[in-house]
């Protein structure tokens, strides 16, 4: 009887090298949004502005809304600008802009220093919608309020939009805090992250300089 023929085994060999190659990349993209978290957050508003300018998109309790409220108190401006559209397919009323804006009156905002665009989906929207404001205006300074780790990307976004007008960052602190720093260490893991997605889309999609 013949001998079988030998046939060589369809097991792929595991590459111990790739295998150390990918644990490294998933620890970076662990570890790097936490190394990075600070450099997002800029925070550089003088004492005073033209407008205070809202951004849209918050969550509840209403930190930036609240932040905003507060400058406009201490004088720092004397129009606040309330930015944000509502989602596809849902009525204006209920956009971030108009949320935010209904928040603000009920608590001590003066309707007459009050200005809304609730069309905008996107930080680059608000930025080229505040634009138009500006030139209307007249105004030659704007503090942007908004959440700490989105300062970034929104101040670099605003200022290439409207390069003729000094944009500063007023940081809207988080309301909700979180007594362990486990769950504070992955909300910022999470900001974080996702800001670097996005940062990485603004540079290759609008070209704006984020450095």
Do not use: C
Request: aromatic share 10%; hydrophobic share 50%.
């Amino acid at each position: 009887m013949s001998a079988l023929p030998y046939r060589r085994s369809s097991v792929r060999t595991v590459s111990w090298s790739g295998m150390g190659f990918g644990v490294l990349v998933l620890i970076a993209s662990m570890i790097l949004p936490l190394l990075v978290a600070p450099w997002l957050i800029v925070d550089d508003a003088g004492e005073t502005a033209d407008a205070i300018v809202v951004l849209g998109g918050e969550a509840y309790p209403p930190n930036r809304t609240i932040h905003a409220l507060n400058l406009y108190k201490q004088q720092r401006a004397p129009v606040v600008v309330f930015t944000g559209g509502a989602l596809p397919g849902q009525p204006p009323e209920i956009s971030s802009a108009r949320v935010a804006l209904r928040y603000a009156l009920a608590h001590g905002l003066p309707a007459e220093v009050a200005l809304v665009v609730d069309t905008a989906q996107s930080t680059y929207d608000e930025a080229t919608l505040v634009r138009d404001l500006a030139a209307h205006h007249g105004w030659r300074s704007l503090i942007i309020v908004t959440d700490p780790y989105h300062t970034r990307r929104a101040v670099r976004t605003f200022r290439a939009i409207i390069p003729d007008v000094q944009v500063t960052a007023s940081v809207a602190p988080f309301l909700d805090t979180f007594a362990d720093p486990l769950s504070r260490g992955v909300r910022v893991w999470r900001y974080a992250a996702a800001e670097l997605i996005k940062m990485a889309f603004y540079r290759l999609h609008y070209g704006i300089p984020l450095r």
